[in-house]
């Protein structure tokens, strides 16, 4: 990256608490958000480096190459109030979530309402799996299944009998070729 011109390096403030931790203000040097607003910088005796930062931007950036940990709420029950502890909204654009590498994103509580004002997509790689201890329910206007075969796909749409429509097969022979469990 080419150096810009006419840095103004008086404007910067750097205050170092010892080898490990620093804040630094109006730094002039160019970044990928332009110059920093100011940076809270850390680094542990093993090379493990945390930052706080706002760019000219105006995108703050925290980043640390070891976990994130936000903990909110201890004392919001005690007085008897449920309320809501850690809220996070986006006033315009997106939320991202992405867990890179072999990562899982794992939701969890007493209850999880997801809740879209227009659609809901749920889209898997491989395989979509819903599991329910006691009872799952569908409720809308309307519901389509489409697949190739499958206990929930009707018996006529399945791979297995639409191969042979038309022919002089028998139902009772593709549903025991197929491993279809239909009564009859």
């Known amino acids: 990256m080419a150096e810009r011109q006419n840095q103004n390096w008086y404007q910067r403030f750097v205050e170092s608490y010892g080898p490990n931790f620093r804040i630094d203000i109006n730094n002039p040097q160019m970044g990928y958000g332009g110059t920093n607003v100011y940076d809270i910088y850390g680094v542990t005796d093993n090379a493990e480096k945390s930052s706080i930062s706002l760019d000219n931007t105006g995108k703050l950036k925290i ?4 976990s994130l940990e936000i903990v909110a709420g201890e004392r919001n029950s005690q ?10 909204h ?5 939320v991202v979530v992405t867990a890179e590498k072999n990562g899982n994103i794992r939701i969890s509580g007493k209850n999880i309402v997801l809740n879209a ?12 799996n819903i599991t329910s201890t006691n009872t799952m329910n569908m ?4 519901v389509d299944i489409k697949g190739q075969c499958g206990s929930a796909v009707p018996i006529e749409l399945q791979w297995g009998p639409r191969i042979f429509e038309g022919s002089f097969v028998g139902l009772d022979f593709i549903l025991g070729s197929f491993s279809l469990s239909v009564s009859l």
Do not use: H, M, Q
């Open 63 to 66: 980043y640390s190459d070891r």
């Open 90 to 94: 986006t006033r315009s654009g997106d």
């Open 117 to 128: 004002d227009n659609n809901l997509d749920l889209i898997a790689g491989n395989e979509l």
């Open 79 to 88: 007085d008897g109030a449920e309320g809501v502890d850690i809220f996070l």
């Open 139 to 142: 409720n809308s206007n309307c």
